[in-house]
Every structure is written in C-alpha cells, then in structure tokens.
C-alpha cells in the first residue's frame, strides 16, 4: 500500500557535502561488540530512519551488517544486497567514463568545454576538469528545485539540456577555477559532453565501459520514464508532513548524470574497488581523478578530485569514495587502506537532524574495521 504525498520538500540530488558537513562522532547508546552494527542501529533506534544497510568486503570476504526495517508497513527486514538509487555517487562513474576519453585522446581536461559543446555555455573558458572538480562556478540546477510538489517530481523527469537551461538562467557563483562549489550542473554538462564524444547515450557508455566489463549485474542509469527498482530493494522514503512517504518509484532523469544511478551495496563495492586498484583507469588519469582541491566539506584535511572525494578516517588514512543522496535513499561508498570496500545505504532521504554525521560515523567504523 503505498502513501499519498502531501506537502513539499526540496529535491536533494546527492552530495558528498552534505554527509560530511558535520562530526562523524555519535552519541552514546545501548553498544554491542560490533561497533559497526552499534553505528547502524545509532540511526534507526536513535534517529529514526528506518533501515540501513553496511556492505563491508576485504579480499574474498563480505560482511553484511543490518539494521532496522526495509518496510515500515510490513516489518519486511533491510533485504540483502538490494537495489536502491545512489544519487550522486553516479559523478565517479561519469567522471570514469570521462578520463577513459581522456586516455583514449579524445578528450583533453584542460580543454574548454566549448570545444566539445559548442555554445553550451556562456563562459568559453570553462574547462573538462572544473567540470569535474566542481570548481566552474555554475548555478546548481538543483536549487531551483526547492518546494515543487514532490508527486509533480516522481513523474517529472528531464532531458540534460533542459536541467543545463534551468542552471544557465541564473549567473556564475565565481569565476572559472576561483573556488570550488558543489554544483550538480557540472556532471550534467560533464554527461552531455560523453554523449557528444562517443556518440552513444551516456547509460550505454556507462554499461560498455564499466558495469558489463566488472559484472555489475545490478547497476545502470535509467532512461526516461523508468521508474521502477529492481527486486528486491528497501523501501525509500521521504518524510513530508511529519510522515514517511514512499518514494521508491521515481523518474530519476530529472539527476541524470549527477545522480540518477541505480544499483547495489556489492556492485558499488565492486566499482571502487575496482578504480582504486587501477582496473578502470590507466595510472595517469588514476593520479588525476585524486588529485584533489581544498573543498568545504566539513572535516579537516577532506579534498576532492574528479568525481572523487578523500575523506580522513579516525583511524588514520583515508577513503577514497562518493557519497550520494536522493529522494527516498542516501549512501555513502568508498574504499580504505589494503582494498577494505564499504557501502553504507539508509533507504531514507532527506535524513532527520544530525543523522548525517551518524551515517559518516557508521562509514567511518565500517572503513577502519579491517585495520
């Protein structure tokens, strides 16, 4: 039985920011001797999402560890490995697919945009890597979002064009390269640019390049219209009104290339994996994804590269990975020292207060588990 939507709320098309602007310390509660199921159970019993999932793999072994329900109507458990929508954890697969261009000779990161969309954008000195950087200074379409009826938006979905006209009606942030600006718009335009490189639709390149050469059976940008998760999958909601909503079917072209991926905690754990040990990438393009710029993040010493974010553990070292948020699902992936994988999943978005720093903290506890 699915809920009717009343209300509205702002569409959250996934950032990294928005996981890692607060303390990944968590408040004190019932513990156990995992202190990863402790962090889970920290967001469901503390703060009320309703389920969460931490998918941790090291070498040939997988630890699944659960926490509260996949369906709050049935009680259903968070099911095993389910599908669910990754927000903008889909940029490191854009900005892979790009620096593949790039090792291929056909795109250049410190060419202009417009040498590959011509007239696309006004400033012609914006570049392939600001692009992906997040250092261009263009609008975030995403803003223009904030209290459209949320039902409107289910079925709503858009064409990349149209998502870049809604950011170009407003000016820059800052000049080319001035600063660093999460801004959603960059891997719209960043998917435009793929599209117009190969000449094949970005879903199709995303397959071709890396969910079929890795076996990510569970992993693809949907098109137009495509509402529908995979079974299984949680339920994801979105609270409205003081009720949680569900919002498992969702057009999510309107994310597109920023955000708009659908997938599973094991394939993601693949795909970074994957990257990091250099499977996807020649080691040049590799060194440029983690070369990273100052980004205000929230934690000190956190950077990010191309479509990737260094993200310090308590432990020491750091993850190399993506956090993603979306209307019904936010999740954090990435990958610590000696290839420890981690792909964490709450089939809730927008969290309620202060349960990002506690998603950063199960993370963080998942990431240092294998050190």
């Known amino acids: 039985m699915r809920k009717s939507l009343r209300g509205k709320r702002t569409v959250a098309v996934g950032t990294l920011v928005a996981l890692l602007a607060a303390t990944t310390a968590a408040p004190a509660l019932a513990t156990t001797a995992d202190p990863v199921q402790d962090s889970l159970d920290v967001l469901t019993a503390q703060d009320g999402v309703p389920g969460a999932e931490a998918v941790v793999q090291d070498g040939r072994r997988t630890r699944v560890v659960r926490s509260g329900t996949g369906d709050v109507l049935t009680g259903k458990p968070f099911p095993r490995d389910g599908s669910f929508r990754a927000g903008s954890v889909t940029k490191t697969f854009v900005a892979t697919v790009v620096l593949q261009?790039?090792?291929e000779g056909r795109v250049k990161l410190d060419a202009p945009v417009e040498r590959y969309l011509p007239g696309a954008?006004?400033?012609?000195?914006?570049?392939v890597r600001q692009l992906l950087q997040h250092t261009s200074g263009l609008y975030n379409y995403t803003q223009d979002l904030a209290g459209v009826d949320p039902e409107t938006l289910r079925h709503r979905g858009a064409e990349p064009a149209e998502l870049l006209a809604m950011a170009l009606k407003h000016p820059p942030l800052f000049p080319p390269g001035a600063k660093w600006s999460y801004s959603n718009t960059n891997y719209i335009v960043a998917g435009m640019i793929a599209e117009r490189v190969t000449g094949r639709d970005l879903g199709g390149e995303i397959a071709r390049r890396i969910t079929r050469p890795l076996g990510l059976h569970g992993t693809y940008l949907p098109r137009r219209g495509d509402e529908k998760l995979p079974a299984p999958h949680a339920v994801g909601y979105t609270p409205v009104s003081g009720q949680l909503v569900d919002f498992s079917?969702?057009?999510?072209?309107?994310?597109?290339?920023?955000?708009?991926?659908?997938?599973?905690?094991?394939?993601?754990?693949r795909f970074y994996g994957a990257l990091l040990a250099g499977r996807l990438l020649r080691p040049a393009e590799l060194a440029e994804m983690q070369r990273t710029v100052p980004a205000e993040l929230g934690i000190p010493g956190a950077g990010y590269g191309l479509g990737l974010g260094s993200i310090p553990l308590s432990c020491g070292g750091v993850a190399w990975g993506h956090g993603g948020s979306i209307p019904g699902f936010t999740t954090m992936s990435g990958v610590a020292a000696n290839d420890h994988r981690v792909t964490l999943v709450a089939n809730q978005d927008p969290l309620p207060d202060g349960a990002s720093a506690h998603v950063m903290a199960a993370f963080d506890a998942a990431a240092c588990s294998g050190q």
């Not at 954008?121 to 570049?127: A, E, H, K, M, S």
């Open 249 to 269: 079917d969702f057009d999510a072209t309107i994310a597109g290339a920023a955000g708009g991926l659908v997938t599973t905690p094991s394939d993601l754990d």
């Open 121 to 127: 954008l006004p400033d012609p000195r914006i570049t």
């Open 101 to 103: 261009l790039v090792g």
